[in-house]
């Protein structure tokens, strides 16, 4: 099982596996100032249908940005995210997900996700695709709840791609994309966000690192932490 990604696997869950995952976010706005945080997640497998998790990266909200997790220098809320998640698995190919978002602490603003991925694997190319619906049920008023702060509260969809490629034993590149927009206003310009990385497994430890930009454009359609450019460095083990 890959502990790289949010939803790391299609595969029956294996009852009592524990999935730790450590990241590094960096990310810089077209304003010139840049943000360091460090977020923490892990996942505990109840049995072969049901996996419970406790996350604070951006990665584990399938979002594409930084900013989440314990802040480090220069971010907007000194800790910028926990959510209490679930999985289950639904089919072969299929996990559903829900979850439970702090987006910032007194006063906390709360979102709801609820969505699913669908993954196939190909000989050494795996795709997953995941859409996922944002909703803000506590403190709607307060900027980042569910949007960007110039959308404070806005309810979203978002559709997360992702494939990756393994091109050698231990390790292969992958590509990821994120489209969200407003529900309030779906007439709005899309967020749009692409990333690039590369992962390295020696089992049961995996390293990855991508960077990319969370919205090509301006948009108030987001859910992410709003920056433009961003990095991660993360290491996850699975036993």
Same mark, same amino acid.
């Given at each position: 099982?890959?502990? $790289?990604?949010?939803?790391? @696997?299609?595969?029956? %869950?294996?009852?009592?596996?524990?999935?730790?995952?450590?990241?590094?976010?960096?990310?810089? @706005?077209?304003?010139? #100032?840049?943000? *360091?945080?460090?977020?923490?997640?892990? $996942?505990?497998?109840?049995?072969?249908?049901?996996?419970?998790?406790? #996350?604070?990266?951006?990665?584990?909200?399938?979002?594409?940005?930084?900013?989440?997790?314990?802040?480090?220098?220069?971010?907007?809320?000194?800790?910028?995210?926990? +959510?209490?998640?679930?999985?289950?698995?639904?089919?072969?190919?299929?996990?559903?997900?829900?979850?439970?978002?702090?987006? *910032?602490?007194?006063? #906390?603003?709360?979102?709801?996700?609820?969505?699913?991925?669908?993954?196939?694997?190909?000989?050494?190319?795996?795709?997953?695709?995941?859409?996922?619906?944002?909703?803000?049920?506590?403190?709607?008023?307060?900027?980042?709840?569910?949007?960007?702060?110039?959308?404070?509260?806005?309810?979203?969809?978002?559709?997360?791609?992702?494939?990756?490629?393994?091109?050698?034993?231990?390790?292969?590149?992958?590509?990821?994309?994120?489209?969200?927009?407003?529900?309030?206003?779906?007439?709005? #310009?899309?967020?749009?966000?692409?990333?690039?990385?590369?992962? %390295?497994?020696?089992?049961?430890?995996?390293?990855? +690192?991508?960077?990319?930009?969370?919205?090509?454009?301006?948009?108030?359609?987001?859910?992410?932490?709003?920056?433009?450019? %961003?990095?991660?460095?993360?290491?996850?083990?699975?036993?």
């Amino acid at each position: 099982m890959l502990a $790289w990604g949010a939803s790391v @696997s299609a595969d029956p %869950f294996v009852p009592g596996t524990v999935t730790l995952r450590a990241a590094g976010e960096v990310a810089a @706005s077209v304003e010139g #100032t840049s943000t *360091r945080s460090l977020a923490l997640d892990g $996942w505990v497998d109840l049995n072969e249908r049901f996996r419970l998790g406790l #996350t604070s990266s951006t990665d584990a909200r399938e979002q594409l940005g930084a900013g989440r997790g314990v802040c480090v220098s220069a971010c907007r809320e000194r800790y910028g995210g926990l +959510a209490v998640e679930t999985q289950v698995l639904l089919g072969p190919q299929l996990v559903g997900h829900a979850a439970l978002d702090a987006t *910032r602490f007194a006063p #906390t603003a709360v979102a709801l996700e609820l969505g699913f991925d669908l993954h196939a694997t190909a000989g050494p190319v795996t795709v997953l695709v995941g859409p996922t619906l944002r909703l803000g049920i506590v403190r709607r008023d307060l900027a980042g709840a569910v949007g960007t702060p110039g959308n404070p509260g806005a309810d979203s969809g978002a559709v997360y791609a992702r494939i990756a490629v393994r091109g050698w034993s231990s390790g292969g590149v992958f590509a990821a994309a994120r489209l969200a927009i407003a529900l309030e206003d779906p007439s709005s #310009t899309p967020s749009v966000g692409v990333a690039g990385g590369v992962f %390295f497994e020696v089992l049961p430890v995996t390293i990855s +690192a991508r960077f990319g930009t969370a919205e090509l454009a301006r948009s108030t359609a987001t859910g992410g932490a709003g920056d433009h450019v %961003f990095g991660e460095l993360a290491v996850g083990w699975s036993r």
